[in-house]
């Protein structure tokens, strides 16, 4: 009696335990799929674009396959020479890493104030910052930005533009103060009681406990500015040797014969690529470390 009380329990629960496996085998299985099918379709053009870099003009203008039928690896040094990307890249460097150590800088210390000092006005300031996340900074605003840049002296230089991209940190202000929000505020009372005030717990406690998420807001306010186009076309107009990369590849589009050069556009396009996969690798570890944190929290 009781071995068969026994196996009709053990039937009951392999019953019950059954849907449940599936279901995970088949999320996980609808989870790798729609994973795959993303990526593909993110990896897709980068692909299209470097296979097509290898390809003479007439195999591009003709069309038919994405395979170069031979390579042409000297698309890459034409454009280089004919974009004079050495000048064009310092300068998107230039405006990338300044906007960069600009951005870090003003966000992080605006989330250590807003998180850890009470003051009047808080909840105001932090719904202005929530507010410019929902107002566009696009080409409406070109012509008051530039203005106010005349009126400083910067229209005719990248710093106007490093400022005004600067200006623009709600999104990496609000990362780096839920980053902030992790760290205990027991250190900073230790650091208090030793004689610490609160610049010196910023940049001596927590600026070095938030270094993943500075590794993160590196990452997404250096490609941003990378990608920059209108402002640095706007502002450079004057001054061509100061136009970033990503304006300088429209240099390629037209030959000396007034003939399209889309193969040279794309070698300098993948070419311009390389510097944001380096920015991201170097970023990678810092992202992963809060992407952990924030599973694990």
């Known amino acids: ?33 729609f994973l795959i099918v993303t990526a593909l379709v993110i990896v897709f053009p980068v692909v299209v674009t470097f296979l097509g870099s290898l390809m003479s003009n007439m195999e591009i203008t003709k069309g038919g396959t994405i395979f170069p039928s031979s390579l042409h690896f000297e698309n890459y040094s034409e454009a280089w020479v004919q974009a004079n ?7 998107s460097l230039f405006l990338s890493g300044a906007t960069t150590i600009g951005t870090l800088i003003v966000a992080s210390m605006a989330a250590y104030v807003v998180e850890r000092i009470a003051f009047p006005g808080k909840a105001v300031f932090v719904a202005i910052q929530a507010s410019t996340m929902f107002i566009s900074i696009g080409a409406v605003v070109i012509r008051p930005q530039f203005e106010l840049m005349v009126k400083l002296h910067l229209h005719t230089n990248l710093w106007g533009v490093v400022l005004i991209l600067i200006s623009g940190h709600a999104y990496i202000f609000f990362i780096l103060l839920s980053f902030l929000q992790g760290i205990s505020r027991e ?28 590794g993160v807001g590196a990452l997404f306010t250096f490609c941003g ?13 004057t001054n061509p040797k100061l136009q970033t990369l990503t304006v300088g590849l429209s240099y390629l589009r037209y030959g000396s014969s007034a003939a399209v050069q889309t193969h040279y556009m794309l070698a300098g396009a993948c070419l311009s690529i390389l510097p944001l996969l380096v920015v991201y690798m170097i970023a990678n570890k810092s992202f992963m470390q809060m992407t952990a944190g924030s599973l694990k929290g």
């Open 85 to 91: 990307f050495a000048r064009f890249t310092w300068n």
């Open 1 to 33: 009696m009781m071995e068969a009380v026994t196996d009709l329990s053990s039937s009951r629960a392999n019953k019950s335990t059954h849907p449940v496996s599936f279901g995970k085998i088949s999320g996980r299985v609808l989870l790798w799929m």
């Open 225 to 237: 500015a990378w990608n920059e186009y209108l402002r640095p076309l706007v502002f450079t107009m």
């Open 187 to 214: 250190l900073d009372e230790a650091a208090r009681i030793d004689g610490c005030t609160n610049a010196g717990i910023f940049w001596r406690i927590i600026l070095p406990l938030m270094r993943p998420g500075l």
